[in-house]
């Protein structure tokens, strides 16, 4: 395979990379409403969640304050992943409506700005994943040493 620097050579999206491009466009469009609608239901549910789940019998065996204090938790933990998912939403129709308007009208500001967005998207989600998995990891060794610990 040869080595090339893509910095010292022009590099040409040819109409085949465009249609594509175009049409990774819509479906990024189409996939951040729908993660909008998400999160905008999502951010309405935290509201009303904790008055469902103060209905289980769970909730009914626990004091008025720490079943109260529990509603607030399940609200902020609710708004908390509702905010979480708007930035991805965020970057992906950034990157769609820069795309489209890069290739409609050939811009390369708006075409380096899409990618810039598609970077941004996925360095989300990869910090997203670190500490993700940074939490389940932290949650198998406390597990791991309570049980070592009572055996």
């Not at 049409?23 to 909008?36: D, N, Q």
């Amino acid at each position: 395979m040869q080595n090339v620097d893509l910095l010292n050579n022009d590099l040409h999206v040819s109409p085949v990379s465009q249609n594509f491009l175009h049409e990774a466009a819509r479906w990024a469009k189409f996939l951040s409403i729908i993660g909008f609608i998400v999160c905008g239901l999502m951010a309405i549910a935290a509201f009303f969640a904790p008055s469902l789940y103060t209905r289980l019998s769970a909730f009914e065996q626990m004091s008025p304050t720490v079943a109260g204090a529990a509603s607030t938790v399940i609200t902020i933990v609710y708004l908390a992943i509702a905010v979480l998912l708007f930035f991805p939403c965020l970057y992906l129709n950034k990157f769609s409506v820069k795309m489209k308007t890069a290739l409609n009208s050939i811009n390369q500001e708006d075409f380096e700005d899409s990618f810039k967005n598609l970077k941004s998207l996925f360095k989300f989600y990869g910090i997203l994943s670190i500490v993700l998995l940074s939490f389940y990891a932290l949650i198998f060794l406390t597990v791991m040493l309570t049980v070592a610990m009572r055996s």
